[in-house]
C-alpha cells in the first residue's frame, strides 16, 4: 500500500518534467547562442593578437613576474 | 578564561541534549498473528532501527537492525535466516554475529517479550 | 565607456591605480596555458551554484515531513523548478570535476612550490569543503540513498579515536539520523560552508593575483605572455560561454528526477552506492578493515595538503620525480576504486 503510494508520486513526477523535445526546444536555442558567444570571443582574440602591428603578446623582455 | 567562557557554551549548544532511556526501554511491536513464520518486522527502538524475526522453529528474536560498520539498515535474509548490511556487504548472523565483514563487532541483542498476543521488545529481561 | 553613471564614478572615486594594475597584469602562455582556465572555470560553476541554491532555498523546507514534498513541490509546481534543481544538480557534478582537474594540473605542473604553498593548502581546504557541501546538500531532498550517505558520512568519524563519538552525535543531533540531522546538513550546506568557502576562495584568488600564476618547471625557457585584460579574459569567457552550454545540455539530456522519500524503518535496498566523487571512500571500506582504510584515505589526505612542504627538490627549480610518481598513484588508486566500485556486483 505504502510501495503503491510512492509509485503513484514518481509517475506524477515522471511527467512533471517536460518531454525531452520541449526541454530541447527550451534548451537549445540557449546552447546555440553560447557557443556562437563562444567562437565569437575566441576569434575577436585571435584577432587582437594576430594584428601584424601592436601585438598583445610579445616576447618581453621587461616582463615583471613575482613568482620563479 | 574569556575563551572558555565562549568555547565551552558553544560546544555545549551543538551538543544535542541526550535522550532519556529510562521511559522507552520497551516498545510494543506487533501482534502474534501478524508475524508469519520466518518472516521480520522492522520498527524504531531506542531512536534507531531494530529487527523482530519470527523464527522458523516457532520462537521470536529481536536485534539491532543498524550495522555496527556504517550504520545503515541491515536486511533479512529469509533463505539463510541472516542479515545482510546492503551498503559494504556486511552479513551477520541470527544471533547478531558477524559472519562476513567488513563489520567486526555483533549486532545488538535485545529481549522479546510475548503478553498474551502482544509482542514487546526490551534492553533488559523482565521477571515474569 | 562615456556613460552617464560612469563618468559619475569616476568623479568621485580614482580608479586609476585598479586600472593600471589590471592593465599590465600578464599571463604566461607556454604550451601548458590550457590548465590556466580551470580555476577561473571553478569560479564560474561555483557562482552559478550560489544562485541555483539560494532560488532553491526559497521553497525548500528542512523538515522530513515536508523536505521531500517541498522538492517535489519545485519539481512538479514551480516554474522550471525541474531546470533550476537539474542545474544545481549537474552544477554540483561539473564543480567537483573542474576543482579536481584544477587540482591535478596544478600538482603534475608543480605550481605548489615556493612561493604558493600557502594556495595548495587554501585549495586542498576549498576542495575538502566542496565536497562537504556535496555531502550536506546530498541529504536534502530525503530520499532513502540520501539518507543512508548521511548515515554512512556521520559513522565514519565514529572510528576517529577519543573524539569520534562527540563529532558523529555533533553532525547527527542524536541517536540516529532524523529531523535534527536535517536541519544540521541545511545550515550546513546553506549558510556555514558557504561562507567558509566564500571566505577561503577569496584569499585563494587574492593570492593567485599577487603573486600572478606559476609557470611550469619545464617551460621556464619560454618568455610568451599575454595580458591579463582584455586576452586572457576573454578566453576565459570563452571557456564559460562554452562549458555553460555543456552544462545546460546535461541538463537538457539528463533532467535530475527525485527518489520517493526514505521510510527510516526499511533496510538499506541492494545495490546501494554513492555518487562519483564517493566511490572511492565507498570501494575502500568494502575493501579494506574500517580503521585502515579511513586512516589511509586520512593519512593521504593530509600528506597531500603538506606535499609543497614535502617536496623541496620543486621548491630549488629542481624535477621531482618521486613527487610526480606519487601523484600518479594517487590517481592509479582514485581510479582503480572507482572502477571496481561501479563494475563489482552485490556480493551475498
Known sequence: ?68 | ?128 | MTSRAADFLKDRIDFSPVQAWVAQRKIPQHKHSFWYYFGGLALFVLTIQIITGIMLAFYYSPTPVKANESVRYIMEKVHYGWLIRSIHFWGANFLIAVVLVHMFSTYFTKAYRKPREIMWVLGVIILALILTSAFTGYLLPWTTLSYFATKIGTSMPLYVPFVGHFISRLMVGGADVGAATLTRMFTLHTIVLPILWLTIIAIHVFLSQVLGLSTPLSQRSTRDETKLFPNFMMRQAAVWSGALAVLISFVALFPEGLAAKVNPVLPAPAGIKPEWYFLFVFQTLRTFPDVIGLGGITLGAIIWMLVPFLDRKASNGEKSTFFTLFGVAIIVYLVTMTVMAYITTEVH
Open chain 1, 1 to 68: 500500500m505504502f510501495a503503491l503510494v510512492l509509485d503513484a508520486a514518481a509517475d506524477s513526477l515522471a511527467s512533471a518534467i517536460p518531454s525531452f523535445t520541449d526541454r530541447f526546444n527550451f534548451a537549445l536555442p540557449l546552447i546555440v547562442v553560447l557557443l556562437i558567444v563562444m567562437f565569437f570571443l575566441l576569434i575577436k582574440v585571435y584577432a587582437l593578437e594576430n594584428q601584424p602591428h601592436d601585438r598583445l603578446v610579445k616576447k618581453s623582455q621587461t616582463r615583471k613576474r613575482t613568482g620563479p
Open chain 2, 1 to 128: 578564561m574569556i575563551a572558555a567562557y565562549i568555547v565551552y557554551p558553544v560546544l555545549r549548544f551543538f551538543t544535542p541534549p541526550a535522550v532519556a532511556l529510562g521511559e522507552v526501554d520497551k516498545v510494543f511491536v506487533t501482534t502474534l498473528d501478524k508475524m508469519g513464520l520466518n518472516t521480520a518486522k522492522f520498527f524504531k527502538f531506542l531512536d534507531k532501527p531494530a529487527v523482530l524475526v519470527h523464527l522458523p522453529d516457532g520462537k521470536y528474536t529481536s536485534l539491532s537492525a543498524k550495522c555496527t560498520h556504517m550504520g545503515c539498515t541491515v536486511a533479512f535474509q529469509s533463505k539463510d535466516d541472516n542479515f545482510i548490511c546492503e551498503c559494504h556487504g556486511s552479513i551477520f548472523n541470527i544471533d547478531g554475529k558477524v559472519l562476513k565483514g567488513p563489520a567486526t563487532r555483533p549486532l545488538p541483542v535485545y529481549y522479546v517479550d510475548i503478553e498474551g498476543n502482544k509482542i514487546y521488545v526490551t534492553v533488559k529481561k523482565q521477571l515474569a
